[in-house]
């Protein structure tokens, strides 16, 4: 559904896009906290690649980049976290990244998530200029343009 037409309040829901993703909603009760994250992804790809002669470079900006942010997004206490990084390639650019998981999702579970969607994230977009990777327990992306 449309973010806008979202009806829990946002420790309840993760936003991709303009999409609202709903998981903690069983009937009309609401669960406080889900020590049981979906590991079950979707991956959105960019179907530009960066040019092949700085695909090591990039491969290892990102995968630092995403590292780091599966490091700092379980802890964080609203479950969300933006970051931008300066890389260079043929043009000074920006490499944006972000994870989020829910607030009410407990911290060892986004934990868990979060480590998941690293692993399905590096394995499907080698030299994608972007790429995410979707659950209703978590998300995390990156970007080398402004849209995330």
Not at 15 to 24: A, E, F, K, W
Not at 33 to 56: C, G, I, M, T
Not at 137 to 143: E, F, N, V
Request: proline fraction near 5%; glycine fraction near 4%; aromatic fraction near 6%.
């Amino acid at each position: 559904m449309k973010k806008e037409q979202c009806p829990l309040k946002l420790l309840m829901r993760l936003i991709d896009g303009d999409n609202c993703i709903v998981r903690y909603k069983v009937g009309n009760q609401t669960i406080d906290r889900d020590n049981a994250p979906d590991l079950d992804f979707r991956v959105y790809q960019s179907p530009v690649r960066v040019p092949s002669h700085y695909w090591e470079y990039f491969n290892s900006v990102v995968g630092m980049e995403i590292r780091l942010l599966v490091r700092l997004v379980p802890s964080q206490w609203d479950g969300y976290l933006k970051r931008a990084r300066k890389i260079h390639l043929n043009r000074r650019m920006a490499l944006n990244s972000l994870g989020q998981c829910p607030r009410n999702l407990s911290e060892s579970a986004c934990d868990r998530c979060m480590k998941a969607a690293m692993e399905a994230l590096l394995q499907a977009c080698p030299g994608q200029d972007a790429c995410g990777v979707v659950s209703s327990s978590c998300i995390l992306k990156y970007s080398t343009s402004e849209v995330m």
